[in-house]
């Protein structure tokens, strides 16, 4: 609830392409947004990020989080004349490069987050070697893991060949 007692407070959630039809219901100049958020920004494809944008009004905080060092909309762009006009670039990696070029005037808009609550140590370790320039800190209790897993992570190579022979094998018992 707000702080003046005459106005209500709301929340609403949708997806990205839901938000298109939800702004058809509102008149075009209504901007009583004030906040817009959107999550996981770093994997929608930048269409879909403009898309909840339109509600937006002049005075309307937008926040775009996501980790632009995992998967991106480059898996989910199809076609090269998509990606050759840059669409498998997201909203948030566009305007990450845009605030970077900006220099110090843009630090104030941009947070990176560097606490990693969801993954055993090694893991973030791994990840941090391979994908990020800054280091991460892991928020987990190493003895949180699994009893009977060993090790936190396992790679297994395997093949489509390898697999359709276990189907095939598993078939005759």
Same mark, same amino acid.
């Given at each position: 609830?707000?702080s !003046?007692?005459?106005?209500?407070?709301?929340? =609403? =959630?949708t997806? &990205? #392409?839901?938000?298109?039809?939800? /702004?058809d219901?509102?008149p075009p100049?209504h901007h009583f947004?004030?906040? =817009?958020l959107?999550d996981?920004g770093?994997q929608?494809?930048?269409?879909?990020?403009?898309?909840?944008? &339109?509600?937006?009004?002049?005075?309307?905080?937008i %926040?775009?989080?996501?980790d #632009?060092? #995992?998967?991106?909309?480059?898996?989910?762009?199809?076609?090269?004349?998509? #990606?050759?006009?840059?669409? /498998?670039?997201?909203l948030l990696?566009?305007?990450q490069?845009?605030?970077?070029?900006?220099?110090?005037?843009?630090?104030p808009?941009?947070?990176?987050? %560097?606490?990693?609550y969801? &993954?055993?140590?090694k893991i973030?370790e791994?990840?941090e070697?391979?994908f990020y320039?800054t280091?991460?800190l892991?928020g987990v209790?190493?003895?949180s893991?699994?009893p !009977?897993?060993?090790?936190?992570?396992?790679f =297994? &190579?395997?093949?489509?060949? !390898?697999?359709?022979?276990?189907?095939?094998?598993?078939?005759?018992y």
């Amino acid at each position: 609830r707000s702080s !003046d007692s005459n106005q209500s407070s709301f929340l =609403i =959630i949708t997806t &990205c #392409q839901s938000s298109l039809k939800m /702004a058809d219901m509102f008149p075009p100049d209504h901007h009583f947004f004030t906040h =817009i958020l959107l999550d996981e920004g770093a994997q929608m494809r930048e269409p879909e990020g403009v898309a909840p944008l &339109c509600m937006a009004g002049n005075h309307t905080k937008i %926040v775009i989080a996501g980790d #632009q060092h #995992q998967v991106g909309p480059a898996m989910l762009v199809l076609g090269d004349e998509a #990606q050759e006009n840059g669409l /498998a670039v997201s909203l948030l990696e566009r305007l990450q490069k845009r605030y970077e070029m900006m220099g110090e005037v843009a630090k104030p808009y941009c947070a990176t987050l %560097v606490t990693n609550y969801r &993954c055993h140590e090694k893991i973030v370790e791994l990840a941090e070697k391979l994908f990020y320039k800054t280091p991460l800190l892991c928020g987990v209790n190493s003895n949180s893991t699994h009893p !009977d897993a060993p090790f936190p992570l396992c790679f =297994i &190579c395997s093949s489509v060949d !390898d697999r359709m022979k276990y189907v095939r094998n598993a078939k005759n018992y």
